[in-house]
């Protein structure tokens, strides 16, 4: 048992540490110095440059300046952004409550839209679902905003201050998300629906309906976890639109603006941050499979 | 109904039949100028940082204003007026700024203000690290500065500077408290702990979302011309920071927020539609947003295909095309509504084809290949534009493309668009990989700008003309404090520049747009900057 807890989190580590220096790479790999990038389009003379290399210790060579950074992420120093000159901590914290409850607020109502479309309205999925997956969030959310918003005046625009500012937002990155999971709990579905338990049941004299649920469903389920777990990895990196569109605060915006400005330490910590999320939803995941298939706990 | 699916046709960014003009709102509806109440207000832009010595962005300024106050502010004409200082004497030399600063002016953190003051904001922003472009440009030329008394400080350049004034009536030259220099944890992000002497203090920060202004009970020294004294009228605004202009429109006319800033073309009908709202307009000082040919290789070392291009390019129909007909057509690398801009520039170039292509074919361009582009010992007159993309605003993308279109048809040049990241095009930049170099800068003194993109040194100087004539009007340009000499000046200046030399295309003079409620009184532009006011004058009619 506690091997088994230590190899998952020895592997967790490793992602981890193999993502930040993925990223490194990646943005040492970009055109253009991080001195380019601070001074931006404003002026530029060799004394603003000697200043800024010296400020940020840019003088160092490439790899000194990853162990360095490696050493004092270790110890949970981020370093500060260059660009918003505040410590990273600072920076990814205030952003990170909003962009949570977001995502998990678009996670749920995929999964109830999901669990409604493919119980009650199985034969419209394959429509409804490939329109709500192919229509750009983008599109989706001013055209929520506009009639909700801006004509009915039910809701707020924008920004996190109360439940209600938080329905729209969640609406609109949790649609496309039910659009997939109804396709994938569909087949599922249609799939349990001959499997010969199915012929039994409807022989017990149990009605349609409950087959689907009692039965048919917790086939169905294991398919469209795996997809949740999925998208939420995808809900994370996904809530730059619509932060923009909301006015909402988040990760999605401060993610973008530092791999704009290669704000190299904001981009590292967002990395991990990411990586860390998506080895913790795989784990909830491996242990809801064990939950939903009883076959899977005996081996 | 009407108005709701023209809303969603907008909004879902297909094209609206027709075009509107925002007409020169008045605070007339708003009634007489009330105190109390609060208001929100929609921007385009959260500032990186709200330290004020390290301000970059022009679309902060009107954040800056309302808690913090520089020593003279910029009247209407290009001249000066009292601020924190109450008044300034010049030296014969030019080299001497004495400044006699108001009595009675305290910070928001209760600490006086004083000349002392004054010297340490100067010496903060010296601080190496601190603020390395404010050392490098604007105190480029101040040796030392001196406290004569608690109300009296002088500045001593090591040349004359006229700049200085504009640098101390400008945000980076914002007097911030000293003890709060001290004491502030993130001293370069600003925020709640940086206090000035503004109408307003911050007291509420929600990065991503909002700032929050609270009033300042104990303001009383607003400038001459601030539109009443005394503290502000409103108890706090809210500023909301709102990047997608659809938003903020539909926000508006929702009453969710009562002002917004940054209102597109397209939008535009959306709020002169609707009889409870307004729009205004007002242009930018500075620098146009121009092209700058770089001359430092062919083809633009001719200066026969600079003033091709100028006539290939029929600016009017470029601008319409993408702004509709709000756009205001520039003619000179000074903006027009800067007393040192040369009105006589005027209708003197561009815009015809004809001569465009007997320019092009005297320069020896005259061959023309399969694809319709001239060439001249069987190479294409290519010219290459690399945009930065996160500086990309006013749609310039989009216009570089009718820009783009516009020549290839009128005489055959090629003009490539490469839209990268700032790495990129600062590796493009150094490396000459460019023809076509797109700005335009924001300062109060159009003079500042002009050294920076025209002088020999200067560091965004992307012409590659480097002239000891006009390096020594841009010095005698700044030498002096009297207006009509350097009116005077700037006129050779851009007679060499623009008209001469053709280094430049002028394409059109940036602006700001304000939509408001009509219950909201008082807003406009800042008199020389003209970008939108702080919120000191605003009133919220009951």
């Known amino acids: 048992m506690i091997t088994a807890v230590l190899r998952r989190v020895g592997a967790g580590v490793l992602v981890l540490w193999a993502a930040a220096s993925a990223a490194y790479l990646a943005l040492l790999a970009a055109p253009g110095s991080t001195v380019d990038a601070i001074i931006g389009d404003g002026a530029d003379t060799p004394?603003?440059?000697?200043?800024?290399?010296?400020?940020?210790?840019?003088?160092?060579?490439?790899?000194?300046?990853?162990?360095?950074?490696?050493?004092?992420?270790?110890?949970?120093?981020?370093?500060?952004?260059?660009?918003?000159?505040?410590?990273?901590?600072?920076?990814?914290?205030?952003?990170?409550?909003?962009?949570?409850?977001?995502?998990?607020?678009?996670?749920?109502?995929?999964?109830?839209?999901?669990?409604?479309?493919?119980?009650?309205?199985?034969r419209l999925t394959s429509v409804i679902g490939l329109v709500l997956v192919s229509t750009p969030p983008f599109l989706i959310g001013i055209v929520l905003l506009s009639v909700?918003?801006?004509?009915?005046?039910?809701?707020?625009?924008?920004?996190?201050?109360?439940?209600?500012?938080?329905?729209?937002?969640?609406?609109?990155?949790?649609?496309?998300?039910?659009?997939?999971?109804?396709?994938?709990?569909?087949?599922?579905?249609?799939?349990?629906?001959?499997?010969?338990?199915?012929?039994t049941a409807r022989a017990r004299g149990l009605r349609e309906r409950a087959v689907l649920t009692r039965h048919a469903l917790k086939h169905a389920l294991l398919p469209a976890v795996t997809m949740l777990s999925w998208s939420f990895g995808v809900l994370i990196g996904g809530t730059v639109i619509i932060e923009q569109v909301f006015g909402r605060p988040g990760l999605g915006q401060v993610t973008v603006q530092a791999v704009n400005s290669s704000d190299l330490p904001v981009v590292l910590a967002v990395v991990i941050l990411a990586a860390a999320v998506f080895v913790v939803i795989n784990t909830v995941t491996d242990l809801a499979y064990l939950l939903i298939d009883p076959r899977l706990r005996r081996s | 109904m009407r108005r709701f699916s023209a809303t969603i046709l907008t909004i879902a960014l297909l094209t609206v039949a027709g075009c509107s003009g925002g007409s020169p709102g008045s605070s007339a509806d708003a009634g007489a100028p009330v105190s109390g109440g609060s208001l929100t207000w929609a921007v385009e832009t959260e500032p990186i940082t709200f330290n004020p010595h390290l301000y970059s962005q022009a679309k902060a300024r009107l954040l800056v204003w309302n808690?913090?106050?520089?020593?003279?502010?910029?009247?209407?004409?290009g001249g000066y007026l009292p601020w924190l200082a109450s008044g300034y004497d010049v030296s014969q030399d030019g080299r001497t700024y004495t400044f006699t600063l108001r009595p009675g002016v305290t910070f928001s953190d209760g600490t006086k203000f004083d000349a002392a003051a004054v010297k340490t904001n100067i010496d903060q922003l010296l601080v190496p690290n601190y603020a390395p472009n404010v050392a490098a440009v604007q105190l480029k030329n101040l040796d030392r500065v001196e406290v004569k008394d608690d109300s009296t400080v002088v500045f001593q350049l090591t040349k004359p500077d006229v700049l200085i004034l504009d640098f101390l009536s400008s945000p980076q030259g914002a007097q911030v408290s000293p003890k709060s220099l001290k004491e502030a944890k993130n001293l370069k992000a600003g925020g709640t702990e940086l206090a000035g002497t503004g109408p307003f203090v911050l007291d509420r920060y929600t990065p991503g979302q909002e700032v929050h202004f609270a009033k300042n009970p104990a303001y009383n020294w607003a400038p001459a011309n601030a539109g009443h004294s005394g503290p502000a009228y409103l108890d706090g605004i809210t500023y909301r920071f709102l990047k997608e202009s659809s938003v903020r429109v539909g926000a508006l006319t929702s009453g969710q927020v009562q002002i917004i800033e940054g209102v597109p073309a397209t939008d535009e009908s959306l709020i002169s539609a609707n009889p409870d709202l307004s729009l205004v307009r007002g242009l930018n000082s500075g620098s146009t947003y121009s092209y700058y040919f770089n001359t430092a290789h062919a083809p633009f070392d001719d200066v026969l295909v600079r003033q091709a291009f100028r006539e290939a390019l029929d600016v009017p129909a470029v601008l319409n095309g993408v702004y509709r007909n709000t756009a205001t057509r520039a003619w000179s690398v000074i903006g027009p509504t800067s007393p040192f801009y040369d009105k006589s520039l005027e209708g003197s170039y561009g815009g015809d084809a004809g001569k465009a292509n007997q320019l092009l074919d005297q320069a020896g361009w005259s061959a023309k290949d399969a694809e319709g582009f001239r060439t001249k010992d069987g190479k294409r007159l290519t010219v290459r534009l690399v945009q930065s993309a996160p500086y990309i605003r006013d749609r310039r993308d989009v216009l570089a493309q009718a820009v783009q279109a516009a020549v290839k048809q009128s005489a055959g040049i090629d003009v490539q668009i490469q839209l990268v990241d700032q790495g990129t095009a600062t590796k493009a930049l150094a490396d000459g990989e460019?023809?076509?170099?797109?700005?335009?800068?924001?300062?109060?003194?159009?003079?500042?700008?002009?050294?920076?993109?025209?002088?020999?040194?200067?560091?965004?100087?992307?012409?590659?003309?480097?002239?000891?004539?006009?390096?020594?009007?841009?010095?005698?340009?700044?030498?002096?404090?009297?207006?009509?000499?350097?009116?005077?000046?700037?006129?050779?200046?851009?007679?060499?520049?623009?008209?001469?030399?053709?280094?430049?295309?002028?394409?059109?003079?940036?602006?700001?747009?304000?939509?408001?409620?009509?219950?909201?009184?008082?807003?406009?532009?800042?008199?020389?900057?003209?970008?939108?006011?702080?919120?000191?004058?605003?009133?919220?009619?009951?």
């Open chain 2, 434 to 542: 460019y023809e076509l170099f797109d700005n335009s800068r924001a300062d109060t003194d159009a003079g500042a700008a002009l050294n920076l993109l025209l002088y020999s040194t200067g560091s965004i100087n992307r012409t590659g003309y480097k002239s000891p004539e006009l390096d020594k009007l841009l010095d005698a340009a700044i030498a002096t404090t009297d207006q009509a000499n350097r009116a005077e000046t700037y006129k050779q200046v851009q007679k060499l520049v623009v008209a001469d030399q053709a280094l430049v295309q002028p394409l059109y003079a940036p602006q700001d747009q304000i939509a408001a409620s009509k219950s909201v009184g008082g807003t406009g532009f800042e008199p020389t900057a003209g970008v939108p006011v702080d919120a000191y004058n605003l009133w919220l009619s009951k």
């Open chain 1, 47 to 122: 004394g603003i440059r000697a200043q800024i290399i010296d400020e940020w210790h840019l003088d160092r060579p490439a790899l000194v300046q990853y162990l360095d950074f490696l050493w004092r992420a270790a110890h949970g120093d981020l370093g500060r952004s260059y660009l918003l000159q505040r410590p990273v901590s600072a920076v990814i914290g205030s952003q990170l409550v909003p962009t949570l409850k977001l995502a998990v607020a678009a996670a749920v109502f995929g999964l109830v839209l999901a669990l409604v479309f493919a119980i009650f309205a199985r």
């Open chain 1, 148 to 199: 909700f918003s801006f004509t009915l005046g039910w809701f707020p625009v924008s920004g996190d201050r109360s439940f209600a500012a938080l329905v729209l937002p969640a609406i609109t990155m949790g649609l496309p998300i039910a659009g997939t999971l109804a396709q994938v709990l569909r087949e599922g579905l249609d799939r349990a629906l001959e499997e010969p338990f199915a012929v």
């Open chain 2, 67 to 77: 808690s913090f106050e520089a020593l003279l502010t910029h009247d209407d004409k």
